[in-house]
């Protein structure tokens, strides 16, 4: 996950300003820690912290960041430990003067570039892989800084979409086959690079470009610059699971609809797996498009069954044992008017270790429904994630060691069904070549030669000759 946004504004504007609201439109791609970096065209000055967008920064904070370019982050780590040392922008003097860096994805070759960089006299300060990247484009002083990025993007590997700041330009890049999403627009004279078209929209921008897979954007005092890598590695995998859950549902990705291409993989579950039943509801908030899809298709209403208490996030202190059945309660709430006697349908965007579908049903049965029939919006998992999602193991995922009765009888549903592979490819409209189903059908679009090295801390004691 990860969401970055890049700004080049007029002189005399304010990058801050924009870059903070932009990272509350990108907030739910990360909520570990956030920050922002920005050049007065002079000196880049950063702000980062730990915890959410409101917690990070004030009033105060974003006075003391002037300048008219920046980039900034929200971070859902994968690789490198989530503190403070992690967060993102990271920021580095090289010798073409400061320089900043915001990265979503994972490199599948970070160690080993790593340790040729250390070998090189390289020092790293933190344990992701996005410093590997700001090494790089530091090394090549000699390029312009196209040309330094250009090569940066030659020598990484994996799933990327980066946003770097100089002194006075802005480059922004993304990996060949676009696994991870990024986009760009102006609004007025304002350059504006993302994550995602809703940071975009939310900025005032009307017209969403897509950077192209493998392209390099450059944004400088004589215009927009666009580069490409060389032909032969040009291809196009964005990650099937922004369709199926990272993505805002007024996102656009590839010119479609997230919220329309959720409805349709919901018409699709019950067109391959039809039910009879009583009511359909989502298992908030991921499932909400598709259960509507998945109850227009069947005829039935769509009512909310399950109410999240949005004021309870990931920083949720859980209270003494005796307690923390209530706790589960405080963050999700059965409606018992809507559930009880019902043969109740459940739609989930998908099953990882199947914890989190177990308490689901377990809710909806105490709520009193007579029957529950579990829907997933997504095959399943039955491989690991090497270009950002922190699965590193098969051992993590249910679908990889359990039989399809063996998960029903864990998560306690009278009924499993997940979505086809296929069924997934119609509902965005593309061919299975067309999308990274690596952690469904273990087919990644860029080679993986044995062990990843971009997960969990595996970066850590690099610097120690591990």
Same mark, same amino acid.
């Given at each position: 996950?990860?969401g970055?946004?890049g700004v080049?504004?007029?002189?005399g504007?304010?990058?801050?300003?924009?870059?903070?609201?932009?990272?509350?439109?990108?907030?739910h791609r990360?909520e570990?820690s956030?920050?922002?970096?920005?050049?007065?065209?002079?000196?880049?000055?950063v702000v980062?912290?730990?915890?959410?967008?409101p917690d990070?920064f004030?009033?105060?904070?974003l006075?003391?960041?002037?300048?008219a370019?920046?980039?900034?982050?929200?971070?859902?780590?994968t690789?490198?430990?989530?503190?403070v040392?992690?967060?993102?922008?990271?920021t580095?003097h090289?010798?073409?003067?400061?320089?900043?860096v915001?990265?979503?994805?994972?490199?599948?070759n970070?160690?080993?570039?790593r340790?040729?960089?250390?070998?090189?006299g390289?020092?790293?300060?933190?344990?992701?892989?996005?410093e590997v990247?700001l090494n790089?484009?530091?090394?090549?002083a000699?390029?312009?800084?196209?040309?330094?990025a250009i090569?940066?993007m030659t020598? $990484?590997r994996?799933?990327?979409?980066?946003?770097?700041?100089?002194r006075?330009?802005l480059?922004a890049?993304?990996?060949?086959?676009?696994?991870?999403?990024l986009?760009?627009?102006?609004a007025?004279e304002t350059?504006?690079v993302?994550?995602?078209?809703?940071a975009?929209?939310?900025?005032?921008?009307e017209?969403?470009h897509?950077?192209?897979p493998?392209?390099?954007l450059?944004?400088?005092?004589?215009?927009m610059?666009r580069r =490409?890598?060389p032909?032969?590695?040009?291809g196009?995998?964005?990650?099937?699971?922004?369709y199926?859950?990272?993505s805002r549902?007024?996102?656009e990705?590839l010119?479609?609809n997230?919220h329309?291409?959720?409805?349709?993989i919901?018409?699709?579950?019950y067109?391959?797996?039809p039910?009879e039943a009583?009511?359909?509801?989502?298992?908030?908030?991921?499932?909400?498009s598709?259960?509507?899809?998945?109850?227009?298709a069947?005829?039935?209403?769509?009512e909310?069954?399950?109410?999240?208490?949005?004021?309870?996030?990931?920083t949720f202190?859980?209270?003494e044992?005796g307690m923390?059945h209530l706790?589960?309660k405080?963050?999700l709430?059965?409606?018992?008017q809507v559930?009880?006697?019902?043969r109740?349908?459940?739609?989930?965007?998908?099953i990882?270790r199947?914890?989190?579908?177990?308490r689901?049903?377990?809710?909806?049965?105490?709520?009193?429904a007579?029957?529950?029939?579990?829907?997933v919006?997504?095959?399943?998992?039955?491989?690991?994630c090497?270009?950002g999602?922190?699965?590193?193991?098969?051992?993590?995922?249910i679908?990889?060691?359990r039989?399809?009765e063996? $998960?029903?009888?864990?998560?306690?549903?009278?009924?499993l069904y997940?979505?086809?592979?296929?069924?997934?490819c119609?509902?965005?409209?593309?061919r299975?070549?067309?999308?990274c189903?690596?952690c469904m059908t273990?087919?990644?679009?860029e080679?993986v030669l044995?062990q990843?090295?971009a997960h969990?801390?595996?970066l850590?004691?690099s610097g =120690?000759?591990?």
């Amino acid at each position: 996950m990860c969401g970055v946004i890049g700004v080049y504004g007029p002189p005399g504007s304010r990058a801050a300003d924009r870059l903070y609201l932009g990272l509350y439109a990108l907030q739910h791609r990360g909520e570990e820690s956030c920050g922002i970096a920005v050049s007065d065209g002079e000196r880049v000055r950063v702000v980062k912290g730990m915890g959410l967008v409101p917690d990070v920064f004030d009033r105060e904070r974003l006075a003391a960041l002037p300048g008219a370019i920046g980039v900034g982050h929200v971070r859902y780590s994968t690789t490198g430990a989530s503190e403070v040392a992690n967060a993102q922008p990271l920021t580095a003097h090289t010798s073409r003067g400061p320089s900043a860096v915001a990265h979503n994805g994972d490199l599948v070759n970070a160690r080993d570039l790593r340790t040729q960089l250390l070998q090189q006299g390289s020092v790293f300060q933190t344990t992701t892989d996005s410093e590997v990247i700001l090494n790089l484009f530091a090394r090549w002083a000699d390029d312009d800084e196209e040309t330094a990025a250009i090569r940066t993007m030659t020598a $990484i590997r994996g799933g990327y979409a980066v946003v770097l700041l100089t002194r006075d330009r802005l480059l922004a890049f993304r990996d060949p086959f676009g696994i991870r999403p990024l986009c760009w627009g102006k609004a007025g004279e304002t350059f504006i690079v993302a994550s995602e078209s809703c940071a975009l929209t939310a900025l005032g921008v009307e017209q969403v470009h897509e950077v192209a897979p493998g392209e390099l954007l450059t944004v400088d005092a004589r215009g927009m610059h666009r580069r =490409r890598l060389p032909e032969g590695r040009d291809g196009r995998a964005p990650c099937a699971f922004e369709y199926i859950y990272f993505s805002r549902p007024d996102s656009e990705l590839l010119a479609r609809n997230v919220h329309l291409v959720r409805k349709a993989i919901g018409r699709r579950l019950y067109e391959e797996h039809p039910v009879e039943a009583d009511v359909v509801i989502a298992a908030p908030d991921s499932g909400t498009s598709a259960a509507m899809g998945f109850a227009e298709a069947a005829g039935l209403p769509f009512e909310i069954g399950l109410v999240k208490n949005r004021y309870v996030g990931r920083t949720f202190i859980h209270p003494e044992e005796g307690m923390r059945h209530l706790a589960v309660k405080v963050k999700l709430n059965p409606n018992r008017q809507v559930l009880a006697g019902k043969r109740v349908v459940v739609l989930d965007d998908s099953i990882v270790r199947g914890t989190t579908s177990q308490r689901t049903v377990a809710l909806v049965r105490e709520a009193g429904a007579r029957e529950v029939h579990m829907y997933v919006a997504a095959p399943p998992f039955l491989h690991p994630c090497h270009y950002g999602i922190d699965i590193s193991s098969r051992r993590e995922l249910i679908a990889a060691q359990r039989s399809l009765e063996e $998960i029903r009888r864990f998560i306690g549903a009278d009924s499993l069904y997940y979505l086809s592979v296929e069924g997934l490819c119609a509902a965005v409209g593309v061919r299975p070549e067309q999308l990274c189903l690596a952690c469904m059908t273990g087919m990644y679009p860029e080679p993986v030669l044995g062990q990843s090295p971009a997960h969990g801390h595996v970066l850590e004691g690099s610097g =120690r000759g591990e």
